[in-house]
C-alpha cells in the first residue's frame, strides 16, 4: 500500500482546509486510517482516526473543529479541518494500519506512512 497526501498551505486562523490522502495498492489489507501531525520541536502525535467501518475519533484539541472521512470508493481519505488555529501548524502525515494474513491463521499488523504535507495557520 502506498499513501500520498496533499493539501496543506498556509491559511489565515479561522480559515479552513481540506487534506486528501489517497490510496494505492492492496487497498483491501487497509484496517483502519488515520491523520498525525508533529509541530514544530515536537514529538507526532495522532490527530484523527477511522476504522474500515467508520467509527472514528479525535484527539481532544481538534473535536469539533476537525472531521475525518473516508470514501472507500476513491480509496481516498480526507481530514476536513474548519476554525483553524495557529497552534494547529504542524506537518501533517497520513497513516494506514495494513492486517496482512500469515501462517497459521494468524495476522500481522503493521503501518504505512505517506509523505507530510506542511499545513501553517498564521494569527
Known amino acids: 500500500v502506498q499513501l500520498q497526501a496533499s493539501g496543506g498551505g498556509l491559511v489565515q486562523a479561522g480559515g479552513s482546509l481540506r487534506l486528501s490522502c489517497a490510496a494505492s495498492?492492496?487497498?483491501?489489507?487497509?484496517?483502519?486510517m488515520g491523520w498525525y501531525r508533529q509541530p514544530p520541536g515536537k514529538q507526532r502525535e495522532l490527530v484523527a482516526a477511522?476504522?474500515?467501518?467508520?467509527?472514528?475519533n479525535y484527539a481532544d484539541p481538534v473535536k469539533g473543529r476537525f472531521t475525518i472521512s473516508a470514501d472507500n470508493a476513491k480509496n481516498t481519505m480526507y481530514l476536513q479541518m474548519n476554525s483553524l488555529k495557529p497552534e494547529d501548524t504542524a506537518v501533517y502525515y497520513c497513516?494506514?494500519?495494513?492486517?496482512?494474513?500469515?501462517?497459521?491463521?494468524?495476522?500481522?499488523?503493521?503501518?504505512?506512512w505517506g509523505q507530510g504535507t506542511q499545513v501553517t495557520v498564521s494569527s
Open positions: 497513516n494506514a494500519e495494513i492486517r496482512q494474513a500469515i501462517l497459521g491463521g494468524n495476522w500481522r499488523f503493521y503501518d504505512v
Open positions: 477511522i476504522t474500515r467501518g467508520g467509527s472514528t
Open positions: 495498492g492492496n487497498t483491501f489489507s487497509i484496517n483502519g
